[in-house]
C-alpha cells in the first residue's frame, strides 16, 4: 500500500515554456500532498504542501504564480511549472503522509520527475 | 544553523563492517525523525524512523535518537555494496506537517 506515482519521470523543454508535473496516490486517498524540489548533490527542499479542495501553501522563496499547484481530488495533484528557465531544472518529487499515519509524519515519495530546461 | 544537519561524507567502509551516520538538529520540539536512503537519480525510500528516546532496530539497521542531545543516528550492519547511497535524515518539526531534510552523507561499502 501507500503507492505514489508521478508523471512524467523525466522532461526537456524550451525556456519560456510550460510544464505540468502529476502526482497520483494509487491506493488511498491523500488530503495532503508535499512538494519538494531538489538540486544536484543537494537536498530536498520543500516548496509547498497541497491541500484538497484549497489553496496550497507555499514556502518562503517559492513563487506561487509560477509554481501552480492544483490538489482537485482527494488522489491527484499537480505541479505546473509556468515560463520556465533554465534556473529552474531540478529534480521535483511529490509526496504524501496516510492519514493515519498523520501523526508520525511518515511520507511516501513518488518516482521524481526530472526537469531540464534548455 | 541549519535545520537539520548531516556529515555530506562520503563515509568509505568495507563489506561487512558497521556504517555509523549521525545526524543532529535545531529543533528541540520535534517529534519524529526519519531516515531514508536514495540512490543517485531516484526519489527516497524509506528506512525507518523513530519518536522514543533509545533504539529501534530493524534488520541490519538500528535507528538512535537521543532528544537530551538533539542527536538521531543510523547503524547499518553487515554493509553490504548494494547500501552505496545517500542517506537523509529528516525531521518533523513543531508545528509543521512536513519533513524537514538534511542534506545527506554519501555511504560507499567497498566489496
Known amino acids: 500500500g501507500a503507492v505514489v506515482s508521478q508523471h512524467p519521470s523525466w522532461v526537456i523543454c524550451k525556456s519560456g515554456t510550460s510544464v505540468k508535473i502529476e502526482c497520483r496516490s494509487l491506493d488511498f486517498q491523500a488530503t495532503t500532498m508535499f512538494w519538494y524540489r531538489q538540486f544536484p548533490k543537494q537536498s530536498l527542499m520543500l516548496m509547498a504542501t497541497s491541500n484538497e479542495g484549497s489553496k496550497a501553501t507555499y514556502e518562503q522563496g517559492v513563487e506561487k504564480d509560477k509554481f501552480l499547484i492544483n490538489h482537485a481530488s482527494l488522489t491527484l495533484s499537480t505541479l505546473t511549472v509556468t515560463s520556465a528557465h533554465p534556473e529552474d531544472s531540478s529534480f521535483y518529487i511529490c509526496?504524501?503522509?496516510?492519514?493515519?499515519?498523520?501523526?508520525?509524519?511518515?511520507?511516501?515519495f513518488g518516482e521524481g520527475s526530472r526537469l531540464t530546461v534548455l | 544553523q541549519k535545520e537539520v544537519e548531516q556529515n555530506s561524507g562520503p563515509l568509505s567502509v568495507p563489506e561487512g563492517a558497521i556504517a555509523s551516520l549521525n545526524c543532529t538538529y535545531s529543533?528541540?520540539?520535534?517529534?519524529?525523525f526519519f531516515w531514508y536512503r536514495q540512490y543517485s537519480g531516484k526519489s527516497p525510500e524509506l528506512i525507518m524512523f523513530i519518536y522514543s528516546n533509545g533504539d529501534k532496530e530493524d534488520g541490519r539497521f538500528t535507528a538512535q535518537l537521543n532528544k537530551a542531545s538533539q542527536y538521531v543516528s543510523l547503524l547499518i550492519r553487515d554493509s553490504q555494496p548494494s547500501d552505496s547511497a545517500t542517506y537523509l535524515c529528516?525531521?518533523?518539526?513543531?508545528?509543521?506537517?512536513?519533513?524537514?531534510f538534511g542534506s545527506g552523507t554519501r555511504l560507499q561499502v567497498q566489496p
Open positions: 529543533d528541540r520540539g520535534s517529534q519524529s
Open positions: 529528516a525531521v518533523r518539526s513543531t508545528g509543521r506537517r512536513a519533513l524537514t
Open positions: 509526496s504524501a503522509t496516510l492519514r493515519d499515519r498523520a501523526d508520525t509524519g511518515e511520507l511516501f
